[in-house]
């Protein structure tokens, strides 16, 4: 069995599209991949009950109980190595990670960026595109690296900006994509 662990802050959208995937698609049956565990650094992350709608194991491990950014990664990967995973997701997971983690998941750590990457890595890449003037817009997939947002790309798409969006009303549209990209881009990495 494959274990796939997902790492979540938020409202945890692309977790639960990965998690319908997988049970639509029968990931389990086929490929032998199943979420092993939805792990949110935030006590008040919408996507943990979620995931618990959903019949997934969670797990809360709250990034302020730790002095530093190297004792919560410490912490965090040995919550992760319980499930022994073939990949780690991260679905809206909005703490940069150290390079200790990244090395530790070389290989099989996958992130969603809001943008199309390289363009506006980092925080608020909506308002930023708007700001720039884009006519287009869009979702990537990638490879985590230890510099942030820059690994390699493994899926994108691309959505219209619209005469007159917002932060909120463009990526309202970028994150329907995101949910059909990134079920895809790690089925396509698993089944290999
Ligand atoms: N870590 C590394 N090393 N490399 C990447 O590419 C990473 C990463 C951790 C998260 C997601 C990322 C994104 O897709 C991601 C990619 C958080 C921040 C950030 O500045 C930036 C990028 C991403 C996630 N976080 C603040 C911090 O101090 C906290 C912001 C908050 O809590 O709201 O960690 O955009
Ligand atoms: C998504 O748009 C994701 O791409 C973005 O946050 C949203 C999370 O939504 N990620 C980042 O900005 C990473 N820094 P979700 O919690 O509903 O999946």
Redesign the pocket.
Known sequence: MKNIVILI?GSGSNMAAIAQTAHKEAWQEKFGLRIAAVISNRADAQGLPLAKSLGLATDLLPHRDFASREAFDAALMARIDLHAPQLVV?AG???????G??SRYAGRLL????SLLPAF???H?HQRALDAGCTVAGATV?Q????????PILAQAVVPVLAHDTADTLAARVLTQEHLIYPQAIAKLLQK
Do not use: K, Q
Request: net charge negative; charged share 10%.
């Open positions: 802050s991260l997971f909005m703490r940069i990670l150290t390079s983690f990244v992130n969603i960026h809001p890595p980092g925080l890449p990638h985590v690296t230890v510099e942030l947002d820059h690994g």
